[in-house]
T-cell receptor, first 113, second 114 residues
Framework: EAGVAQSPRYKIIEKRQSVAFWCNPI?????LYWYQQILGQGPKLLIQFQNNGVVDDSQLPKDRFSAERLKGVDSTLKIQPAKLEDSAVYLC???????????FGQGTRLTVV | AQTVTQSQPEMSVQEAETVTLSCTYDTSESNYYLFWYKQPPSRQMILVIR??????QNATENRFSVNFQKAAKSFSLKISDSQLGDTAMYFCASLNTGGFKTIFGAGTRLFVKA
């Protein structure tokens, strides 16, 4: 079974630029999560999808972050414009509905300079 | 509110010895789950062990076991016979079954020394 795929693995951008991350969850997993993990901290949930609907986006900075999962499969997370404090690893995870365990991708390390 | 606290930023242990990582949590839910995740340098989070709050028996998974103290809201991880491959960040997490939202602690960096 293929795992959660994320791309790119690394991205360096200048502040005020825009960036997009892509995630392809495990086949059959209806629930998809995006987490932000700042260096030295635990992952923080940004947004949770169930199929193509948003379940929780209470911690997503909506003035600059957006995410979509149009067909209920893969998802993109966008930041526009980026700030220095957005430097972090962005983790995508997926799970079956009602499943306790979430499976994580390897993340995208974003550096904003 | 749902919170998870790990008070040990960094720990080290000699290979083959035992180490315990601490975690406390807070939740208003009666039905919840607790987890320990491992994050090696590859960054991929891997589930180590989980505990259902309604179960009194402590979970075990090979060399990994937990000490779940529900009244004290404490959930520690014990690693026996530590191996070099156990070197990683360890995150304690809680999930409330109401929202299926997992909250992570700040993590403990574990070094296993040869």
């Amino acid at each position: 079974e293929a795992g959660v795929a994320q791309s790119p693995r690394y991205k360096i951008i200048e502040k005020r630029q825009s960036v997009a991350f892509w995630c392809n969850p495990i086949s059959g997993h209806a629930t998809l999560y995006w987490y932000q993990q700042i260096l030295g901290q635990g992952p923080k949930l940004l947004i949770q999808f169930q199929n193509n609907g948003v379940v929780d986006d209470s911690q997503l900075p909506k003035d600059r972050f957006s995410a979509e999962r149009l067909k209920g499969v893969d998802s993109t997370l966008k930041i526009q414009p980026a700030k220095l404090e957005d430097s972090a690893v962005y983790l995508c995870a997926s799970s079956k509905i009602g499943q306790l365990e979430a499976f994580f991708g390897q993340g995208t390390r974003l550096t904003v300079v | 509110a749902q919170t998870v606290t790990q008070s040990q930023p960094e720990m080290s242990v000699q290979e083959a010895e035992t180490v315990t990582l601490s975690c406390t949590y807070d939740t208003s839910e009666s039905n919840y789950y607790l987890f320990w995740y491992k994050q090696p340098p590859s960054r991929q989070m891997i589930l180590v062990i989980r505990q259902e709050a309604y179960k009194q028996q402590n979970a075990t998974e090979n060399r990994f076991s937990v000490n779940f103290q529900k009244a004290a809201k404490s959930f520690s991880l014990k690693i026996s016979d530590s191996q070099l491959g156990d070197t990683a960040m360890y995150f304690c997490a809680s999930l409330n079954t109401g929202g299926f939202k997992t909250i992570f602690g700040a993590g403990t960096r574990l070094f296993v020394k040869a």
